[in-house]
């Protein structure tokens, strides 16, 4: 089975702080994806990546950076976070058209 | 990216009613994704339709792609409380990013 995990399931920082976010799988997929979920909105794509140390910018790539130095993880980093990416954040990876997603963060700025 | 839209966005069904949710895009799409989120989960993928007017069934649900390729539909018949959760329409493009639609809540009363 494929796995993907996150590094916390619930998160509080205060703002202006800088928040990791590690995403890893153990299927050795090439493709890895950083999803925020908000109600009524579904889940936004903020940035993907399809190669160790590459990246592409998703549909909400602002405020976020994102690093992926070995091929089985993904980190989502908030330079300095606000009470607007107050969220759910997803991570997801993909060998095919299928995406398999982590259990999710759910991440509070005060 | 253009976000697929959905509707309805909630849905409260009695259990063993019919229940369908719509998924439409302005444009042609190649493919439709389905993906199912039981509350306090994380999505998981369903199904992908690729041809014009296919239609799949998984038991009680039974997936559909327009003729056109611009809708899609996922019905499920005689619901159960277990097929409480949040549905997702979803289309897979390049390094297979995906778009999701916004969702809808479906709500099965006992």
């Known amino acids: 089975d494929v796995k993907v995990t996150q590094s916390s399931r619930y998160l509080v920082k205060r703002t202006g702080e800088k928040v990791f976010l590690e995403c890893v799988q153990d299927m050795d997929h090439e493709n890895m994806f950083w999803y925020r979920q908000d109600p009524g909105l579904g889940l936004r794509l903020i940035y993907f990546s399809y190669d160790v140390k590459m990246k592409e910018k998703g549909d909400i790539p602002e405020g976020y950076s994102v690093s992926r130095e070995k091929k089985e993880r993904f980190s989502l980093i908030l330079e300095s976070a606000s009470t607007n990416q107050t969220s759910m954040y997803l991570c997801a990876s993909s060998l095919g058209y299928e995406q398999f997603f982590g259990p999710g963060t759910r991440l509070t700025v005060l | 990216g253009q976000q697929v839209m959905q509707i309805p966005q909630y849905q409260h069904v009695q259990e063993g009613e019919d229940f369908t949710t719509y998924c439409n895009s302005s444009?042609?799409?190649?493919?439709i994704q389905w993906y199912k989120q039981r509350p306090g989960g994380h999505p998981v993928f369903l199904i992908q339709l690729v041809k014009s007017g296919e239609v799949k069934k998984q038991k009680r649900l039974t997936f559909q792609f327009g003729e056109a390729k611009k809708n899609s539909s996922l019905h499920i018949t005689a619901t159960q409380t277990t097929d409480v959760g949040t549905y997702f329409c979803?289309?897979?493009?390049?390094?297979?990013?995906?778009?999701f639609g916004t969702g809808t809540k479906l709500q099965v009363i006992p």
């Open positions: 444009t042609t799409l190649s493919n």
């Open positions: 979803a289309r897979s493009g390049g390094y297979q990013k995906v778009t």
